[in-house]
C-alpha cells in the first residue's frame, strides 16, 4: 500500500476486506484490555441425557494492544452509544459500548456496520452486525446489534 492508502484504510476506505467473524474479535479485544480470544464454534457437547461430554478451553490467540489502549477505545465506544452515532444499540439500565461504520460501496448503497460489546463494565458479549447496501450503520445496524444484546442478556449469557 501507498501512505495514502494506508491512511484510507484506517478509516475503512479503498480495498479494506473484513468478515462480521473478525469485527466481533475486533470488538471482543476492546472488552478484553488488548487480548483476542482464539475464536471457537462449538461451546458444548451433551449427550442424549443431557450430561457435557465435551466443553470448548478458552485461550487466549493474540495481543491486538495494550490494556491502557483499550482502555482509551471503549470509552469511546461507550461515548458513541451514550450520545454518538451508535445511540440505537443502547439498553435500558445496561452499558452498551459500540462502534458503528458506513463502508463504502462502489456498486450502490453504503454497507452498515455495528461491532460493540456488553455490559461495558465486566463484558460478557460481543456483536458485529453488517447489512450489505443498507446505508448507515447508526440508523440501521446498531438497532438490529441493540436487539441482540438484549435478546442474548435475556437468556442469560
Known sequence: MTQPELAGSAIGQGQMLVSPLHM???????ANEGVIMKPYLVESVKDSAGFTVQRTVYHSWQKAFTPDIAGIIKEGM???????????????????????????N????AHAWFIGFAPAVQPGLAVAVVLENAGSGGAVAAPIAGRLLAAAMSKGY
Not at 24 to 30: N, T, W, Y
Not at 78 to 104: C, D, N, W
Not at 106 to 109: D, L, S, V
Open 78 to 104: 461507550v461515548g458513541a452509544v451514550q450520545y454518538g452515532t451508535a445511540q440505537a444499540a443502547a439498553l435500558p439500565g445496561i452499558q452498551v459500548a459500540g462502534k458503528t461504520g458506513s463502508a463504502q
Open 106 to 109: 462502489p456498486q450502490g448503497p
Open 24 to 30: 466481533a474479535l475486533v470488538a471482543a479485544a476492546v
